[in-house]
């Protein structure tokens, strides 16, 4: 593949449009689209689609410019380094995708044993839905996957799963909404889980790993909160729980971390929910 005719196509899509790239390039319009011609046929199909006046890359051109963005941002890189004169080894890049409904917390300390490495590894952690990211894996894109839930057989991807730990789910809830629902730490506690009945609820979305259990759980136990809200996001779910919305579930192992980050207290963790 001609690298020359990539480097075009990857300034016309920067630009938004050949003109605006062939005024970069110093090349004429036409000069640059027959270029770039010669690059889809090389690859065998369409990487750009007109919209209006404008130039937006295809599905295949998205995915070449994933590559081309790595390939130009590391030429530029090495440029740099040269100049300035460093001309230690590069720090390697560790590519790991985040399915998004693991808690930001858990991510941090599963990566955190990667960040004493020496040398320190570059880390890019893209988020997304299991089977997206499983996709990214497949090609090579992200060198692990974090999940809160095991590779479905459904998807159709050869993948090895490890299980790297597991936790308990607490209960937490802000002084605010136990004060506005006439009650505190000590009585919730106490009365534990029968004041989550009469306790808004804040919940994962339906489709997430934890919902169902949760779900059997309350079920098991006879509760039907109100429930106030349901997030993808956990992250913002507890943010909704610190100012007083409702109570939440979240890993116990990170209890402290949580309660001291949103200034909420730990109601209880019951063991046979996990």
Excluded at 127 to 143: I, Q, T
């Amino acid at each position: 593949m001609n690298y020359k005719h990539l480097h075009y196509f990857w300034t016309v899509v920067r630009a938004g449009g050949v003109l605006r790239a062939s005024e970069d390039l110093n090349l004429s319009p036409q000069t640059l689209s027959g270029q770039i011609n010669l690059l889809e046929e090389r690859l065998g199909r369409p990487l750009l689609k007109k919209v209006g006046r404008n130039v937006e890359p295809t599905e295949t051109g998205r995915m070449v410019m994933q590559y081309a963005d790595e390939i130009f941002t590391l030429g530029q890189e090495m440029e740099d380094a040269l100049r300035g004169g460093k001309e230690t080894p590069r720090a390697p890049m560790l590519k790991v995708g985040f399915v998004d409904s693991v808690p930001k917390l858990i991510a941090f300390h599963v990566l955190e044993p990667a960040l004493r490495l020496e040398p320190t590894p570059r880390l890019q952690c893209p988020e997304g839905k299991l089977p997206a990211l499983m996709a990214e894996l497949a090609m090579r894109r992200v060198d692990l996957v974090i999940s809160d839930v095991p590779l479905p057989g459904n998807l159709g991807i050869k993948a090895f799963t490890h299980l790297l730990g597991g936790s308990g789910i607490a209960f937490f809830a802000s002084d605010k909404v136990l004060q506005r629902h006439g009650t505190n730490v000590r009585q919730a506690r106490a009365k534990f889980p029968r004041s989550l009945q009469q306790l808004p609820m804040l919940l994962p979305a339906t489709d997430s790993a934890l919902r169902p259990r949760l779900d059997g759980w309350l079920r098991q136990h006879g509760i039907a909160p109100t429930i106030a809200a349901e997030f993808e996001d956990t992250a913002l779910m507890k943010a909704f729980g610190r100012e007083g919305l409702g109570v939440f579930p979240a890993p116990a192992v990170l209890a402290k971390e949580i309660s001291r980050q949103f200034e909420v207290e730990r109601l209880g963790a019951p063991n046979d929910l996990v």
